[in-house]
């Protein structure tokens, strides 16, 4: 019997090709998967001026959410301090045929008077003894004047940014969002809100 003068060759099956292909384009994803530090807990402001927080507010830009899908411009919120301490909460915005569209639901701070976490709902007043019917609603980034303000929740998974004018000075605007993405959130979900200005 003779030795062979060369090595026998091996030539793997498109399948197999494929599938180391796929695999070494798949491992860096799983590595970085994997060294990925989760985002740190959200922090608020230090304190809320309520006082100061009161009248409207302008959406300049938000996460895309279940609840404001029929409104394509025009989004404010109003907040009116009453009687017991809460708020209410008036939450306008411009629909697709022209309606403005109305929803109004009451505030309460979760924790001391000063606390920048608040509850919200929009459910009946007979619900309200319901925990699940209150959404948090956590003041995350405001300035010394309160005319810019970021509003999300534990979770990150809202986010509202609010303004006392239809409009914002890009500089502010591009700082308050350097400071988001700071605080781990995904900017690319950002979609600015159309403000025409036209009355309600």
């Known amino acids: ?24 384009l798949l491992s860096p994803l799983a590595a ?8 740190e807990p959200l922090q608020t402001i ?16 938000k996460y895309p959410n279940r609840f404001q899908r029929q409104c394509v411009a025009d989004t404010s919120a109003l907040y009116r301090l ?5 708020l209410d909460v008036i939450n306008r915005c411009r629909q697709a045929k022209g309606q403005v569209a109305e929803a109004v639901g009451r ?14 709902r929009f459910a009946p007043a007979w619900l309200s ?6 959404g948090n609603y956590w003041v995350i980034d405001i300035d010394a ?21 239809p409009t914002v000075e890009a500089g502010a605007y591009q700082a ?10 995904d900017l690319s979900k950002l979609e600015r809100t159309t403000q025409t200005g036209k009355p309600d």
Do not use: C, H, N
């Open 176 to 185: 308050l969002l350097g400071r988001l993405q700071a605080k781990g959130f």
């Open 46 to 61: 230090a304190r809320l001026d309520v006082g100061r927080y009161l009248g409207t507010w302008y959406e300049i830009a």
């Open 82 to 86: 009453r009687d017991d301490g809460q």
């Open 107 to 120: 505030a309460r701070q979760d924790g001391p008077a000063d606390s920048p976490k608040l509850k919200v």
């Open 145 to 165: 004047e309160y005319q810019l303000v970021a509003v999300s929740e534990s979770s990150r998974e809202y986010l509202w940014i609010l303004s006392r004018t």
């Open 1 to 24: 019997m003779t030795t062979p003068t060369t090595a026998p060759s091996f030539t793997p099956s498109p399948t197999l090709r494929q599938l180391a292909l796929v695999l070494a």
């Open 129 to 134: 003894w319901l925990p699940m019917v209150w």
């Open 32 to 39: 970085s998967a994997q060294t990925a530090a989760p985002p």
